[in-house]
């Protein structure tokens, strides 16, 4: 398979029926002919302002939500619902506040009819890959925001899917934190060699956790740039000092600027 086949987006748009007072509909255009490639075991952060659509697109591409028209392809087969090999990891939380780490990894493999024994297995390994060994049966109230989205981030794991897709999961987290448990993304994403689609507000996470960058305007949400990010596959937070990376984060705060402009021109 060449790398451009894994996940293909052919003018993919999307438009939404919203309600009007009078009880009609008017048909509004969220996604507007997004035409992008992600190839096998690569990670791209879409950043765009509030309301462009970018949850829109990537609930497309979990096959939660239908497209209006183009061609969202994974492996060369189209998308039209939600897939074991789609992983999404949300912004809540979305663990179960009764049922302890371990449980709430296992739950998902429960549902598709793992073996209870191998569920266990499976729910330990995801545990101790995103650094929860020894925090098995605390339940989620007993955890700081960062620790229980990493128990979600296993439970998709434990799944193993082919490509997580994350909606601002960090959103939750406090700012320093933010960057820790990014860094353990990282090293989560370089171990499992799993494709990630990340959703975030925050340019510095952007930048420090991705290869590829997707700036999506305002709505109707096209990507009007794609940013390439060469930097160490090694990054640790020493890398917020350096210069790429503040030319990237700089690159990525005028190009936000002027999709914020353009969402306050048309408000
Ligand atoms: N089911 C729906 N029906 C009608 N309109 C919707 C629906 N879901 C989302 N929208 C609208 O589509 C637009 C894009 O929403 P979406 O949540 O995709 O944007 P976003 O870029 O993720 O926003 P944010 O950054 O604030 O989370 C918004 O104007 C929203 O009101």
Known sequence: MSATEFLEL?????????RQKDGSTQRIEVVHEV???VPEGHFVTVVGPSGCGKSTLLSMI?????ISSGQLLLKGKPITAPHPSLGMVFQEESIFPWMNSLENVSFGLEMQDVPKQQCRERAQEALNLVGLKGF???YPKELSGGMRQRVAIARAL???PDI???DEPFAAVDPQSRMFIGTELRRIWSATGKTILFITHDINEAVFLSQEIWVMSSRPGRITETIKIDLPDERDISILG????????GHLWNA???EWEATQESA
């Open 10 to 18: 052919k003018d993919v748009s999307k438009v939404y029926a919203v």
């Open 35 to 37: 035409t992008q490639t």
């Open 62 to 66: 979990a096959g939660l939500n239908s």
């Open 136 to 138: 098995e049966y605390s």
């Open 158 to 160: 434990a799944l193993d």
């Open 164 to 166: 997580l897709l994350m």
């Open 242 to 249: 350096s210069d790429a990376y503040t030319q990237y984060t």
């Open 256 to 258: 936000m600027r002027s």
